[in-house]
């Protein structure tokens, strides 16, 4: 795939700035402080873009801009190549200077583009250039140019300059020229300690008015910008994470990186460009670098000396001509890396596939000999390479060992998954290994890194593929370990039924075996059959105190702990117990999981202050134990999120969520993103035209995030009003949840209240037939919403504030549609009644975006009511909330309810009423003069006397022409 391009400038504003301000070009009064600079950077830094940028800044402030190129022409190279250039640029774009010049210089006209190519003279004698002749006349030249306006000269790739172009540009360096300011680029990577202009560049610094500026490479959040300019669509923090690694800043290299994305390769394009290097190194120094590029990322010396034939004085001297020509660096602790990264990769990917397996076997010999000390992880990955499967398969097994000790689960995962492919694939039954327990091990690693969805494809494949004539322990505790998944995921297998199933297969095996399984079903049991779960708990708690088995009798107290207590302790105190119980037992995830439903409990029952404690130490601990993305800590950081969007701290929430530089697992990055559009679009009305979009190719494999990312939909359709858009996103929410969980999801009942909502909004503005045919849309909504406070009836007594509260919103949803809609409307002191309820409910909880949500609905009915001081009150406060919130729909709906001034004269505020205005609004929406009546809850007769005085006032002789008068007047 060809690598993407941008014309934008990212990343380079402050070398922008100095440029054109050293130079003059954008300093105050024109003073500038030196006359030429140096740009330095590495091939693909950006050198050239940056120089493009000045060129464009330079034209904008009225200068004049000439640009010559340096050409890698080898050794057949051509004196003064780039004046040649500027001097033909010249001579198009300013004949009459030129000609002046070229009269009083006669030997300028040699460097004429035309005259530069092969003939059969030869300049010699009088035609022969004389140096200072040239010298003098292209400075002339400049300072002509230079006469009307003020001029920049560019000189680009000064690294392939051949020495007539180096000493005219010392010559310009070091005499000043009236308005000319000069700019030469080179490449810094090029200057290796033998190159020409690295003496020279040495002498032009000493020079006054000369100054350098080292173009660095990006960072991290100038690459992010980068790429996202290169492709617009969202990549997942990993494929971020990825290129900003390999390409280390580099722009060229990322743009080559986006547009290669998927290859995992490093593009041809740029392997050509990077292999350059190689070019001038010996045959043994390219021989050393090879070795490296096998290495990894970086070797030491003494892995380098035992896998090399060479010598110490000859391995020395190549490694010092490899670092001389800026190929490796070498760090303090005696190792050896590629100066680029990518360049390792290129160099790899370089060798014959013959060559790469020796080398590798090389590595393994060394390795494993003891000839050099390494790490398992180096061995597995050598032998892998090198095909030699015993020792992959060991070094794997060991490798992801040493990485759970040190709490890398992710890369222990990645270790164990490479043993299982090799013993699957291998062409001979691999016999000293248990597979069973590897895979077992390896699922463990996957739900500690987060990759709970990964565990449970790799332990269906396992119990795929046992014979049927298995031992029954094999199988019984490979569904052990796949039900224990399952309780961590979406999904519509049944972990109760798999760990049932593991049970009975494990009756009659050893009691570690069993208790495990009995823990696990207790687990799935759960508080949906609370008395089954807490007998099989105890009886695997039974089983674990006898036969000694510490650890699984802490995380049995935790599952009590969760269970209807019967000894009458509270359930916070039996959660934190069990957390503090698995803490002293050094237990990590049995405590993290007491925290979290610690965290969970307090959450429910609105004390967010709490829970945001608890959720805070649940993502403190994790990162003692490397667990920072296994679920609980995980959904912590959701869930304090959430607790603080209801707090009213929304940015503390975006920022809590951003994975910026790290690497989670798909399902926790896409999960934090829809939250954050659920705060940035959803609350705060910002248009991210495709993010809610992108978002659906989640929701079939994860229930929260459909539900975050709907409720945005949901909102941002409320916003408009657009009641189809958000009735076709809840349904769509439903469709891709109920496989998933079930059918009356709890969160099912809050998006019915917000699509009912929005048919409410929308109705005020809809024909007499536009409300009739919602109804059935409505009455749907609120049938589903009953169904799930139906479903919940038997567990009202542990339903919390926030479920109260959409129970309370829902009612007074539906009375403000059947108010608007005119369909079977409520009497005013109903609706009034629902939203005080929906206030104090929101209230009760907490909520400081639905407290304001339920007061702009409030002030609306009170107003329409003719409660002006309470209608003004709710909207104050609401609007208070609002702007804190940075709430725009929030802001739109007061104004449009009329709680903040219309944009008319004041002659025209005068003019009409407030109820006039309510009146005449609805009258350009086509109601009957009862409609009004019955929406406003006065009489029909006094709203005829009303509209009679707004076509009077408005001299009006028709109720079309007042709706058209007040439109254009800005009443409406």
Known sequence: MPALRTTDLIGRDAELEELSSQLGIRASEGVRTVRAMLVAGDAGVGKTRVLMALRDTALAADWQVVAGHCLDLADSSL??????????RVMADMPDVAARVLEQHPTLARLQPGRRIRSSETASGDQALDRGNVYDAFADLLTAVAVDAPLLVVVEDAHWADESTRDMLSFLFSRPLPGVALVVSYRADDLHRRHPLRRQVAEWMRLRGVDRLQLEPLADDDVRRLVRALRPGTLSEAEYVSIADRAEGNPFFVEEL??????????????????????????TTRRVVRIVSVAGRQVSHGLLAAVSDLDATALETALRSAVEAHVLVASRGGTYAFRHALLGEAVYDDLLPGERVRLHADFVSALGEGRAVGTAAELAQHARRADDRPVAIRASMEAGEEALAVGGPSEAATHFLDALELIDTSRTPVTDVDAQALVRRCAEALIAAGRVPKAVKVLRARLATLPADAPDADRGQLLTALASALLLTDTTESPSATAAEAVDLLRGSPPKLLARALFVHAESLGNWRADDARAVALEALDLAERNDLTSLAVELHTTLAGLDPTSGEDAGAGWRSAAERARRAGLIE???????????????????????????????RSEVGGLAWSPYPAESRLLLAVALTHQGRLDEAVDLLDVTGQDPPMVYEWLFFAHQMLIMIGLRGDTHSKALERLREFWGTDGLTAITAGSAEVMRAAAVPDPAQALAAYDDVVASVVPLWHEWFQARLRLATLVVGTFASAAAHQSADERESARADVDRLMSDAGKVIDFYAPYDASRGPEYRMWVARRAAEHLRWRWLAQVDPPVADELVEAWRAAEESALTYGSVPEIAHARVRLAGVLRAVGDAAGARVAADLAREAAHALRAGPLLAELTAIGSAPAPTTASEVAALTPREGEILALVAEGRSNGEIGKQLFISTKTVSVHVSNVLAKLDAASRTEAAAIARRRGLI
Do not use: N, T
Not at 79 to 88: D, M, R
Not at 268 to 280: I, M, P, S, Y
């Open 79 to 88: 004196p003064y190549l780039p004046f040649s250039e500027i001097l033909g």
């Open 258 to 283: 986006v547009g290669a994305a998927r290859s995992g390769q490093v593009p041809g394009e740029l392997a050509d460009v990077l292999l350059v290097h190689l070019d001038r190194l010996d045959e």
């Open 590 to 620: 049995p405590e993290l999981r007491a925290l979290y439903f610690l965290g969970r409990l307090h959450h429910d029952r609105g004390d967010l202050d709490v829970a945001g404690e608890v959720y805070r130490e649940v993502i403190s």
